[in-house]
């Protein structure tokens, strides 16, 4: 590049501004890989559970079926709106925060390391300490969407009925989850924080492992109380009957099978937060005894 075409570069840079865009150019193939990931996921599961809802009730006419149908769509597609609302909102605070230099070998493949003939002796060894920075970015997604569920929108996860021409809920959360919650928004606001702090970095550090140790720590904590502790879903056989024409012992059969599965999904939340813990703390303990000389960039060899 000239010392002209730098001058012209610099010029328009300064006109544009630091940011011009919501979303840059480096960004934007993740923001679209994100978004495709968390909207499809968020559509599949709340358009099983509005067609279960469905189901669990009794047989409707065809213009009550055809009601319920559009109204759960319609929430659905109000809750895939609220979704890609969040993510675009985390990519614009990372597209200001984050150094786009940093993210774009790793996003988009622009500014990569050369290909190293030396890579054909064989398969270089991945670094261990290095962030892969559209884990973070979804997980902050992820987390940021599950705040906004429990502590705005908390009536979503309730026992959803189709009556007299309209929806109406009935939150099933109990009590015995939200003596936990301020807990469990400490800790996701935690690892909000981490995540942001590893995209500015790049690397994992000393300090960084044992901070997301402490903080995988707390979730266990409250994982563990959450399924020791009294029904987090207040569900009923009585509220499941009031809903469809169902009798009482077999609504008290689906109450009973919805509370094992709920059980079973905290039970799975320990063993992955628990394996986490072991992981982390391996890699922690290899970068604290590995000397940084002998370590190896990947796709580079020692000499």
Known sequence: MTLLDR??????????GPHPSLIGPQ???AFTLVAAIV???LVTVLTVITGISIALRAPLSGLDLLGAISSGLAGVLSAA??????????FAIIERVVPAARLAPELTGVGAEPWDPDSLAGTPQQDPDRVRPWESI???????????LFNVFPDVIGFHVFADGGWTV???LTDAFFRWLPLLNLAWAAEILLHAWLLRTGRWSPLSRPASIAIKVLQLVVLVLLVTGPDIIGLTPELVVEGGDTDLETAGTVVLWIQRAVRFALALGILGTAVDIVKTGYHAVQQVV??????TVPGHSRR
């Open 81 to 90: 709106l609220g979704a890609f609302g969040a993510v675009t909102l985390t």
């Open 138 to 148: 979804v997980a902050i997604v992820l987390l940021v969407a599950v705040i906004l």
């Open 7 to 16: 001058y012209a570069t610099a010029v328009a840079r300064r006109r544009r």
């Open 170 to 172: 009935t939150p099933i």
């Open 27 to 29: 960004l934007f193939p």
């Open 39 to 41: 909207i499809g996921v």
């Open 290 to 295: 590995t000397a940084p000389g002998q370590r």
